[in-house]
T-cell receptor, first 111, second 116 residues
Framework: QKEVEQDPGPLSVPEGAIVSLNCTYS??????FMWYRQYSRKGPELLMY????GNKEDGRFTAQVDKSSKYISLFIRDSQPSDSATYLC???????????FGQGTTLQVKP | GAGVSQSPSNKVTEKGKDVELRCDPI?????LYWYRQSLGQGLEFLIY????????KSGLPSDRFSAERTGGSVSTLTIQRTQQEDSAVYLC??????????????FGNGTRLTVT
């Protein structure tokens, strides 16, 4: 079993839809949580970064962390075709310091 | 430069040849990381540097892989006697400090390696 599980998709939604992307993890040592966006043939870019359980909002993006359930989510409101990319969750193991990535979910937003 | 720079962006090589991949981190970033991304496999950690030293080499797939960093800046990843299974995108990232709570990673655009 992988330390971080993420459905690879692909996920296809119409423009304007609310998108929900999720990851689950098994190790309670994971304490810092990130979402990266990766466009085709580009490196991952940091979207959201959070430590605490709860919600963190940045524009159309909301990151949600539920440490009790070991579940994190990224919500995208009013999705745009330019949001079409692969979204990777990542988390830091506070015991080892290692950053572990999920497999990534491919999102396509159709105009 | 403003971001992490990797070269070459694409490399095609014949099986058995050696290749060298280069990474220029963001100025002032002390930590540097190499990851490998294969189709449908996510990001696989290879090695990281804190300054010029590599405390954790556990992710290197085999002894054909080596990496070094000089002057606390540029890093090279060398793959000797390349095999077809080495074909992947090799990503470099840097951060202010080692993967700490407030030091997110910043990635380059990668080197796409194809071994024929």
């Amino acid at each position: 079993q992988k330390e971080v599980e993420q459905d690879p998709g692909p996920l296809s939604v119409p423009e304007g839809a609310i998108v929900s992307l999720n990851c689950t993890y098994s190790n309670s040592a994971f304490q810092y949580f990130m979402w990266y966006r990766q466009y085709s043939r580009k490196g991952p870019e940091l979207l959201m970064y959070t430590y605490s359980s709860g919600n963190k909002e940045d524009g159309r993006f909301t990151a949600q962390v539920d440490k009790s359930s070991k579940y994190i989510s990224l919500f995208i409101r009013d999705s745009q075709p330019s949001d079409s990319a692969t979204y990777l969750c990542a988390m830091i193991n506070s015991n080892t310091g290692k950053l572990i990535f999920g497999q990534g979910t491919t999102l396509q937003v159709k105009p | 430069g403003a971001g992490v720079s990797q070269s070459p962006s694409n490399k095609v090589t014949e099986k058995g040849k050696d290749v060298e991949l280069r990474c220029d981190p963001i100025s002032g970033h002390t930590a540097l990381y190499w990851y490998r991304q294969s189709l449908g496999q996510g990001l696989e950690f290879l090695i990281y540097f804190q300054g010029n030293s590599a405390p954790d080499k556990s992710g290197l797939p085999s002894d054909r892989f080596s990496a070094e960093r000089t002057g606390g800046s540029v890093s090279t990843l060398t793959i000797q006697r390349t095999q077809q299974e080495d074909s992947a995108v090799y990503l470099c990232a840097s951060s202010l400090a080692f993967q700490g709570g407030n030091s997110p990673l910043h990635f380059g655009n990668g080197t796409r390696l194809t071994v024929t």
